[in-house]
């Protein structure tokens, strides 16, 4: 969903043939956003992230001037804002227990007699799982593709599983054994 813009900062950039959407903080601080030039980088991060998901709901005007007023006030007024990353890079250990997260939930919205699709990552997720191969056959031409077989040899449930997960998730890949990065 597009940002609101309440305060006109998108801008275009065309690099070539492309063009390429961004949300100015020099625009902000222009539209009343005063001192922004001055946060810190991290700070600047986390104002961009909430210009470019401005919604009314979960970021809202309000939002935008409480990281504009931690000049001032150095966060000694606490508000919470919702930081929303353009991408989740996820590996083995944490992702495998998020996609079975997702997985029960989709069960759960079924038993409600609910829409289980409605149940996916709001932001695209990579999960690499590449790293598992482990090292059996070595000092030969083959040993790769033997480490590799014995892999999913090892962890057919698992592989099974996750190439279900994804197809069935939306904004959801899944970055195999022996195919690197």
């Known amino acids: 969903m597009p940002s609101i813009d309440s305060l006109n900062t998108r801008q275009d950039l ?3 043939r492309k063009k390429y959407a961004y949300y100015s903080l020099p625009a902000a601080e222009e539209a009343g956003l005063a001192g922004i030039s001055r946060l810190p980088r991290s700070m600047k991060v986390l104002l961009e992230n909430l210009l470019r998901n401005e919604d009314g709901v979960s970021v809202t005007e309000a939002d935008l001037k409480a990281v504009a007023a931690w000049i001032e006030n150095k966060g000694a007024i606490e508000h919470e804002i919702a930081f929303r990353p353009a991408r989740v890079l ?3 250990f944490t992702g495998v227990p998020a996609v079975v997260d997702l997985a029960a939930m989709r069960d759960a919205m079924s038993k409600l ?4 699709a409605k149940i996916n990552p709001l932001v695209p997720v ?30 057919i449930e ?17 970055v195999p054994p022996g195919t690197g990065i």
């Open 113 to 116: 007699g609910a829409d289980a």
């Open 90 to 92: 996820m590996q083995d």
């Open 158 to 174: 698992r592989y099974n599983f996750l190439r279900w997960g994804s197809s069935a998730f939306n904004n959801f890949r899944v």
């Open 14 to 16: 065309a690099v070539g």
């Open 126 to 155: 990579d999960l690499v799982i590449d790293h598992s191969v482990m090292v059996d056959h070595f000092g030969n031409p083959t040993a790769f593709e033997q480490n590799v077989k014995r892999e999913y040899e090892r962890n």
